[in-house]
């Protein structure tokens, strides 16, 4: 069966590219992205589906955009994860950081993108088509856009949407809320992390004695809470102790003891 990638993420983004230019300014979409900026500390990407990552291989995850106007949520959606991250645990030997970050960039690059924003651009404009043509990752849009984006000519994606597929560092971002939800779970819900979340990542069985626990549940919690304190404790994991040598990185001058460890803040 011969396969047509028309929904990889290089291959949004050259549509993105070739997209109408506006009349106003002479720029298309792709072109306008560089206005916005995507969110860029750790704490901020707390809203990824655990559920669906560990247990279909498939990341979805709104990520926060800071608009010219408003701010904005650009919902992207890919699988592939748990492939890439088994051969990135059979070479590196381990599943750390690192680990997380090749997978999830793998993925990105390589599977089929999702894609959909929170603004009024994608709603009136570019969601019908997206619906279409089955790229959204949100709910489908079902009114034609037939006065504002009649042809279909304008890209994929608003200028969002554009921002983040051609933009890595968020990646980085989601990688360390994973790893720390992983390590968080590993500690505090071991029976989850025995059943769901172990298996899943080495894709193999938990042979090791788990006491079981009352809240016993075959669901991960998808709720923003338990990612918040998972990365709150990602990001204190590892300071201050001794041999630490990001204890060593520290400059004098503003911001002392609150040195981000590796690319968890
Ligand atoms: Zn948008």
């Not at 992205?33 to 589906?49: L, M, P, Y």
């Not at 279409?132 to 890209?155: F, Q, V």
């Not at 059943?195 to 809240?215: F, G, M, R, T, W």
């Not at 990001?246 to 503003?254: D, I, L, V």
């Amino acid at each position: 069966m011969i396969a047509l990638h028309e929904d990889r993420r290089n291959e949004l983004i050259s549509r993105g590219r070739r997209g109408e230019k506006e009349k106003g300014d002479g720029k298309n979409r792709y072109e306008k992205r560089v206005n916005s900026h995507v969110a860029s500390t750790v704490k901020e990407f707390n809203q990824i589906d655990m559920e669906s990552l560990f247990k279909y291989s498939i990341l979805t995850v709104n990520v926060p955009v800071q608009g010219e106007t408003d701010n904005y949520l650009v919902r992207i959606k890919f699988g592939g994860f748990l492939d890439e991250l088994h051969n990135q645990i059979r070479q590196i030997g381990k599943f750390e950081l690192r680990t997380v970050v090749k997978a999830l960039t793998n993925s990105f690059d390589r599977d089929d993108v999702y894609i959909s924003c929170s603004c009024p651009d994608w709603k009136y404009r570019m969601g019908f088509w997206a619906s279409m043509s089955k790229i959204t990752s949100s709910a489908p849009e079902n009114r034609p856009s037939k006065i504002t984006n009649p042809h279909n000519a304008l890209g994929p994606g608003c200028k969002h949407v554009m921002l983040v597929l051609s933009n890595n560092k968020w990646v980085m971002k989601v990688a360390s809320t994973i790893f720390n939800y992983v390590n968080y779970m590993e500690k505090n819900r071991k029976q989850q992390y025995a059943d769901i979340i172990y298996p899943a990542i080495y894709d193999k069985k938990y042979i090791e004695p788990v006491q079981l626990s009352i809240d016993d549940k075959d669901t991960l919690d998808n709720d923003t809470e338990l990612i918040d304190t998972a990365n709150i404790q990602g990001r204190t994991r590892g300071q201050f102790k001794p041999g630490n040598p990001y204890r060593y990185q520290r400059k004098p001058g503003p911001g002392i003891g609150q040195i981000p460890i590796q690319g968890e803040e």
